[in-house]
């Protein structure tokens, strides 16, 4: 038994000479160090509990424009992030006045990558009103309030082409040092940049402007005025579209039964 109380004293004096070394060495670290270290195991195990959401996979929120940035390629981002885009609603009115002169209005709504609501209001020559869904390679289409229809594949190709679901002086091809920045303006309440294009061909005059949002690189709008001048003393043929774009509103589209 004195064996075994001398093993065990010898044991506790040990674990108290441990003890006693390692309360000594954390007295002898700086506070600062202390606290440094304790922040960092405390973040460390915030990241380890951390929790992989839906926000995680959202895309990263647009950069801002400056007033020195390239307007070509602020330009064609803007096209892309609008045709990117699943929250928006553009609005778009041309008019014509060659012969007997057309005008008409188009409304795109969009609610998701290849979900689309087209509404065209046709108010001259030939008043009417057509309707179209999209929904990925699906396309529907009505005239006023006649039954939905498929749209047969090659006319569906058309109607979800880039160029029919966003206004037409985006789709443009520009080249360096066409485009020109014109000033800052505001367009619904948002502010913009303006950049301006224009061209003279022959007998063609024509004036293109459009205003990107300086705080998301979104289109807000567009303007394109065309003159022509077939003979001389004649009225010239004016080819005007205009075309505004909201964003962040949430549509339901769905196909038609």
Known sequence: MRAGGGTMRAAWIVAAIFVCGTVSFAQDKPLGDVAREAQAQ??????????????????????????????????????????HDTAHSCSRQTVNNSGPGWADDRVTEAAGPNRFHIVVSQLRTNPGRYELIIIGDDVYGRKGNEPWQKVDPNQAQLDRSPGALIPDVLMFGYNAGDLTLVGSESVGGEPTFRYEHKIHAGDM?????????????????THMLTVTTTVAGAVPIRWTEDATCTYGEKFTIEAPK
């Open 42 to 83: 405390k973040a460390e195990s915030a990241r380890a509990k951390k929790v992989v959401t839906e926000d995680d996979f959202k895309p990263a929120p647009p950069s801002p424009v400056a007033a020195t940035d390239d307007p070509l390629a602020v330009v064609n981002k803007a096209r892309n992030e609008l045709l």
């Open 205 to 221: 005059d024509r004036t293109i402007d459009i205003w990107v949002g300086a705080n998301d690189g979104l289109p807000r709008r």
